[in-house]
């Protein structure tokens, strides 16, 4: 048997080894060099640091590629079947349990929730996917096992799921994003949040969300509805309670993080757990105790009154109106990066709220034409010493970019990093 990877990065490493493990001839391709190089060619695995070269068009039993790589590469295009590394995981690990999230905002903080909560029963739990960590690199370190899996699933990975059936999956909301890979087509977007639908076992159908309602409206499968504004649903809010049925899940006012959408996120991951068999108690205590995800309206420091937060995990402008609706005025915000060809024009009733604002990256033009005020400036740095200067006591610098990070980050993690390690310098 033998597999080509196309991609490296956490995912492509994780499924080469693992498919080594499993017996495969594996050919890894990626398009520069990495640390880790030695290592995998230790283990056996072939290495082409040309993504490009057609020499290695040739039959083989599986072919995978990292979700960021688009469908029309030129090698990827040269097969008729590429799958992911989620779908190659699932199928050596056929006792773990998946309890999957999806959606354009919110999906790590209500996987990292839903982990928590199932790791209160079992601590063998597993938080896995596009929050970071490689399924593949679990099943490749971990093996199979009974075990629950708190899984973050991008549009990107469900490409190539053609038998990922999860247990439980939830889609928390869906607007326009990633329009640069689906060619300005923001349905296309929504089909591949939907597309695993077939195969799920049980559906979370967020009530509220138009675009959730409209697309899944056909679906027959077992669907447990969820609403924040109507009471006809499974799961609602009945004053300050979030129920399940006649089930109380938690109380809102034991909430620590801010904003309606993180009372959707608690809310699923509340259910999931439930679902799951976590005890309500302690489904509760993880809610009373859950402070919020890195990178993600994230409190840094308070230097001379002014409050610092990142929220480099915004890559898309509905994240940014997030965050612009957490903060009354006074913000300063830091905006900009890798354009995906999404409008900002939805950010535009917030300039009442935003005192000055600093963009940078491939964005920046765009935004300057929404808030003519912006100073469009080289660098993230750049902006954030613009920032710094400008703020007074009772600001809020907020770098909350709504693009993605790879014009000048290698992801929206050192993205944010980098400005928190600045800020602390100033402490």
């Known amino acids: 048997m033998n597999a080509l990877v196309i991609g490296g990065a956490r995912s492509g490493l994780a499924v080469a080894k693992l498919l080594k493990t499993k017996g495969y001839d594996v050919t890894l391709t990626t398009n520069q060099d990495f640390?880790?190089?030695?290592?995998?060619?230790?283990?056996?695995?072939?290495?082409?640091?040309?993504?490009?070269?057609?020499?290695?068009?040739?039959?083989?039993?599986?072919?995978?590629?990292?979700p960021g790589i688009p469908n029309n590469h030129p090698l990827?295009?040269?097969?008729?079947?590429?799958?992911?590394?989620?779908?190659?995981?699932?199928?050596?690990?056929?006792?773990?349990?998946?309890?999957?999230?999806?959606?354009?905002?919110?999906?790590?903080?209500?996987?990292?929730?839903?982990?928590?909560?199932?790791?209160?029963?079992?601590?063998?739990?597993?938080l896995a996917g596009n929050v970071g960590y490689a399924l593949s690199e679990a099943v490749f370190q971990d093996g199979d096992m009974v075990r629950d899996v708190a899984?973050?699933?991008?549009?990107?990975?469900?490409?190539?799921?053609?038998?990922?059936?999860?247990?439980?999956?939830g889609i928390l909301n869906l607007s326009p994003d990633h329009l640069d890979r689906y060619d300005g087509n923001a349905e296309a977007y929504y089909a591949e949040k939907v597309r695993?639908?077939?195969?799920?076992?049980?559906?979370?159908?967020?009530?509220?969300?138009?675009?959730?309602?409209?697309?899944?409206?056909?679906?027959?499968?077992?669907?447990?509805?969820?609403?924040?504004?109507?009471?006809?649903?499974?799961?609602?809010?009945?004053?300050?309670?979030?129920?399940?049925?006649?089930?109380?899940?938690?109380?809102?006012?034991?909430?620590?993080?801010?904003?309606?959408?993180?009372?959707?996120?608690?809310?699923?991951?509340?259910?999931m757990a439930y679902r799951a068999n976590v005890p309500v108690e302690a489904i509760q205590n993880v809610i009373a105790s859950f402070t919020g995800v890195e990178h993600r309206i994230e409190y840094v420091a308070t230097v001379n009154g002014?409050?610092?937060?990142?929220?480099?995990?915004?890559?898309?402008?509905?994240?940014?109106?997030?965050?612009?609706?957490?903060?009354?005025?006074n913000i300063i915000l830091l905006a900009g990066g890798f354009d995906k060809r999404i409008s900002f024009e939805g950010l535009r009733p917030y300039a009442n709220r935003i005192k000055a604002i600093f963009v940078f990256g491939e964005s920046a033009e765009q935004i300057k034409s929404v808030f003519p005020k912006a100073v469009v400036v080289k660098t993230m740095l750049d902006g954030t010493k613009n920032a710094i200067n400008t703020a007074v006591s009772g600001d809020v610098v907020l770098l909350s970019p709504a693009c993605a990070s790879y014009d000048q980050f290698d992801n929206y993690e050192q993205r944010g990093t980098i400005f928190k390690e600045y800020i602390k310098t100033l402490e």
């Open 35 to 66: 640390p880790q190089r030695d290592a995998i060619e230790r283990l056996g695995i072939h290495v082409s640091l040309n993504d490009r070269d057609l020499n290695l068009v040739k039959p083989y039993n599986v072919v995978v590629k990292n």
């Open 76 to 126: 990827v295009c040269k097969f008729k079947s590429v799958v992911n590394e989620i779908e190659v995981a699932t199928w050596f690990a056929p006792h773990y349990t998946y309890y999957a999230v999806s959606g354009t905002n919110g999906k790590t903080t209500t996987v990292s929730l839903l982990n928590k909560m199932l790791v209160s029963k079992n601590d063998n739990a597993l």
């Open 151 to 169: 899984l973050e699933i991008s549009a990107f990975q469900m490409e190539g799921t053609p038998s990922f059936a999860p247990d439980v999956y």
């Open 196 to 271: 695993i639908l077939p195969n799920v076992k049980c559906f979370v159908k967020n009530m509220d969300d138009a675009n959730i309602v409209r697309l899944t409206q056909n679906y027959q499968g077992e669907t447990i509805t969820l609403s924040l504004k109507n009471q006809n649903t499974d799961i609602y809010r009945d004053g300050t309670h979030i129920m399940y049925r006649d089930i109380r899940l938690f109380d809102l006012s034991s909430l620590k993080i801010v904003g309606e959408h993180n009372i959707y996120n608690a809310t699923m991951a509340a259910y």
């Open 306 to 329: 002014v409050r610092y937060y990142n929220d480099s995990k915004a890559t898309n402008p509905e994240s940014t109106e997030v965050a612009l609706k957490a903060f009354d005025k």
